[in-house]
């Protein structure tokens, strides 16, 4: 039967102003995720888990995940063991949301880990409450300064387990302007790695 958290996200997903694709749920994989994150279906992150492989939203920009599929890894996939941070999704730009908490007896927030500044940014918001900022509209906003003109059409030519890598990359004052870079696509997990390497050698924590 399906749960009321899948609903209302469903209901979200029907009425988003920009296009969004449910990856279709494998049930086996939906299984072992829910399980090794020990959540249930009435959260709004284990709907998600347990009814797609993952949400693509926005021509691909933004992809929320799920059980799994088609080049996109589970949530279970991403869990970083003692760091108390649970990767909840990536954008195509190489960016991070994670599930953490910031201290203990303080309820869970996402934050973000964006390619322009290479530092995490707590938004204050629990996993539901971002996710329905993702599916109304937030993300136009959001990613005004990581957009260039025609991105639509060159996001949604790249896979899912491929992000867009730029040279000069934004962090730099030469990467600001992304119309202006050279953009490819690399494999999603090599360009946060490199995103990741950059923070570390610049000291940011």
């Known amino acids: 039967m399906e749960q009321s958290a899948w609903s209302e996200i469903s209901a979200l997903v029907a009425a988003a102003p920009y296009p969004v694709e ?4 494998d049930s086996q994989q939906a299984a072992a995720c829910l399980a090794a994150l020990e959540i249930t279906t ?24 799920g059980g799994g599929r088609d080049g996109l890894p589970g949530v279970a996939a991403e869990m970083v063991p003692g760091a108390g941070r649970l990767v909840v999704a990536f954008d195509v730009m190489g960016g991070q949301f994670a599930w953490l908490q910031a ?11 964006g390619p322009e500044d290479l530092a995490w940014q707590d938004l204050e918001l629990g996993y539901g409450d971002w996710l329905e900022a993702m599916l109304t509209g937030a993300l136009t906003g959001f990613y005004e300064g990581l957009r260039w003109p ?13 992000g867009i890598s730029a040279w000069p990359p934004p962090w730099t004052r030469e990467g600001k302007d992304l119309s202006a870079v050279s953009r490819k696509p690399i494999l999603l997990a090599e360009l946060v790695s490199v995103h990741q390497d950059a923070a570390r050698q610049l000291g940011f924590p």
């Open 103 to 113: 201290e203990p007896a303080v309820r869970p927030t996402v934050h973000y880990f």
């Open 22 to 25: 449910v990856l279709p749920a």
């Open 42 to 65: 009435r959260s709004w992150l284990g709907a998600v888990v347990a009814n797609s492989g993952g949400l693509v939203i926005d021509h691909g920009w933004l992809r929320v995940l």
């Open 150 to 162: 025609g991105w639509e059409a060159e996001v949604a030519g790249v896979a899912l387990d491929q």
